[in-house]
């Protein structure tokens, strides 16, 4: 069955400090690479997303993700977190023609000012 | 703006009762979703429509039901069936039919329903 799966469930941070998230999906073929973010009280948002081409992508906010390949993986980055970050990040993907999302258990990130 | 609406944002039910989510967007997009958001799990699909009057079940259909008679409403009903109700659920609509799978979905802010 298709999955993604984040490593960490909750992850506390010092402001400036930096930040690598991770998302491993199950298996390869086609794939469409998604990252949302949910800010306390607000609705969930578009970070940013992978189709093609470059593998390394950058969003909104000074965040970037990697597409590795071979390792089934899409890492969110940022070098410096701010206190303003402090959100439940979600990866999410797609496969080939379907347009199902499947999103990984999120993650959880403090950021301590 | 274009948007979309959940509501209500908090509903409570008692044991035995169906209760209807409703869930607008005016974004013209045609599909639509239904997730369940419980702690840790992140989000689970119940429901999905790619196109008026046609609905595929997700991953977690049993004890919900939805209708899609018009583009821009896609509501749930959450069934006395559903054995754990109490969650945050979460509309979505993208672009996307099959073969557009990389539009991202755009979420509305959620109705957090209770069991009384």
């Known amino acids: 069955a298709q999955s993604v799966s984040q490593h960490n469930h909750h992850v506390i941070l010092s402001e400036a400090a930096s930040l690598e998230l991770g998302c491993n999906y199950s298996?390869?073929?086609?794939?469409?690479l998604f990252w949302y973010v949910q800010y306390p009280g607000q609705h969930l948002q578009l970070l940013l997303k992978y189709f093609s081409g470059d593998p390394l992508v950058k969003g909104i906010k000074g965040f970037e993700a990697e597409f590795i390949k071979s390792k089934f993986s899409f890492n969110l980055r940022k070098p410096s977190v701010q206190w303003s970050d402090t959100a439940e990040y979600f990866c999410?993907?797609?496969w080939g023609q379907g347009n199902k999302l499947v999103f990984g258990a999120g993650t959880i990130l403090r950021v301590k000012s | 703006d274009g948007g979309i609406t959940q509501s209500p944002k908090y509903l409570f039910r008692k044991e035995g009762q169906n209760v209807t989510l409703s869930c607008e967007q005016n974004?013209?997009?045609?599909?639509m979703y239904w997730y369940r958001q419980d702690p840790g799990q992140g989000l689970r699909l119940i429901y999905y429509s790619q196109i008026v009057n046609d609905f595929q079940k997700g991953d977690i259909a049993e004890g919900y039901s939805v209708s899609r008679e018009k583009k821009e409403s896609f509501p749930l009903t959450v069934t006395s069936a559903q054995k754990n109700p109490t969650a945050f659920y979460l509309c979505a609509s993208s672009r996307a039919r099959m073969g557009l799978s990389n539009q991202p979905q755009h979420f509305g802010d959620g109705t957090r329903l209770s069991i009384l």
């Open positions: 298996y390869g073929g086609t794939v469409n």
């Open positions: 999410a993907v797609t």
């Open positions: 974004l013209n997009h045609d599909a």
